[in-house]
């Protein structure tokens, strides 16, 4: 008797210490989760946002389509940022990657950032944060965003910059070439080969631009460099991962990532350019991969997922040396 009141005894503090650290353990118990294991390297949440009943926080998002404010709690502002960035039949862990991503992205928005709608914590607006389509939310992406409840990126006990694109073309870069960001480039972006899926569309892989001369000297000066009329235009300064930090246009140099968005992000798909011409009364680019190139492929994580990779080791693919912490 006294021996099965000890076994019992036993088994009873064996759960317990069990329960105790059950909050840091991942819903899949065969995923290594990379999981802080002290909540002092919890990243803080942003002070202005009110934590609801369900210990999650909540947000006010001003929704461009219908020109209003929503409340909102981060999981269901999630899963529309999930159905926006990727589509739901993506692969699971895919999908999970990016819910992930999409979380860490908004709690270092409103930790560091003011929307520049009136009343807002953020917005749809995919010029100041992430696409956001709620109407394709379907039972997949809610698994996704389900199953990473509260999950977020930990750097050092900060939110690291959760910088995502479409396409690499093959490796990923440095944020001060793709993104002529000033902030520093931290340890854990760095350029990385990825393997894109061959499911990606042509037009993410390989691509050509072109643009009239006008144009060309248009974006330049809207990106800060008057050129004058476009006589030559060459490749400058490039990164790691072949991708142009500048390029020559008249001899001057012009930031490559600000003439990309004054151009046309969507026609200059990348700043990966292999070749550029000038012929006739033209201005000829060819190049590989769609998007500034920096963080997390999104068809790399689709490739990596097809292969039975699950969302962890995804993201440490891309992010090398961050953890994955769980916030709520």
């Known amino acids: 008797m006294n021996w099965t009141k000890k076994l019992a005894t036993a088994l009873a503090l064996a759960l317990l210490a069990l329960g105790a650290a059950g909050c840091m353990q991942s819903r899949d118990p065969s995923v290594n ?28 998002v001003h929704d461009v389509s219908k020109d209003r404010n929503d409340d909102m709690d981060i999981e269901t502002y999630v899963a529309g940022v999930v159905a ?71 750097w050092q006990g900060e939110f690291p910059n959760a910088w995502f694109h479409a396409h690499s073309g093959g490796m990923t870069e440095l944020p001060s070439v793709a993104l002529e960001y000033k902030g520093g480039d931290p340890d854990y972006l760095r350029p990385t080969a990825s393997v894109e899926s061959d499911r990606a569309p042509a037009e993410a892989q390989r691509w050509t631009a072109t643009f009239t001369r006008e144009q060309v000297a248009r974006a330049c000066a809207d990106a800060g460099t008057a050129v004058g009329a476009v006589e030559t235009v060459e490749l400058d300064e ?12 008249n001899g001057k140099a012009v930031s490559a990532p600000s003439f990309r968005i004054q151009i046309g ?64």
């Open 238 to 249: 490039k990164g790691e991962s072949g991708r142009a930090k500048a390029i020559l246009v």
């Open 265 to 328: 992000a969507n026609k200059l798909k990348s700043t990966l350019i292999d070749s550029v011409e000038v012929a006739q009364d033209r201005v000829v680019f060819r190049g590989r991969g769609f998007g500034h190139g920096v963080g997390l492929s999104q068809w790399g994580a689709y490739q990596m997922a097809e292969e039975g990779r699950t969302a962890p080791q995804i993201l440490q693919k891309y992010f090398p040396s961050v953890g994955i912490v769980e916030l709520w």
């Open 84 to 154: 926006g960035e990727m589509k739901n039949d993506w692969p699971m862990e895919a999908l999970k990657a990016q819910a992930i991503l999409a979380r860490t992205f908004v709690l270092k928005f409103c930790q560091d950032k003011q929307s520049r709608y009136e009343g807002a914590d953020i917005s749809t607006d995919v010029a100041e944060a992430q696409a956001y389509a709620p109407d394709s939310v379907n039972a997949r992406v809610r698994q996704a965003v389900n199953e990473t409840r509260g999950m977020a990126l930990s």
């Open 33 to 60: 989760w990379r999981l802080s294991d002290s909540r002092a390297n919890l990243p803080k949440l942003p002070e202005k946002l009110a934590i609801g009943k369900s210990g999650v926080p909540v947000l006010t």
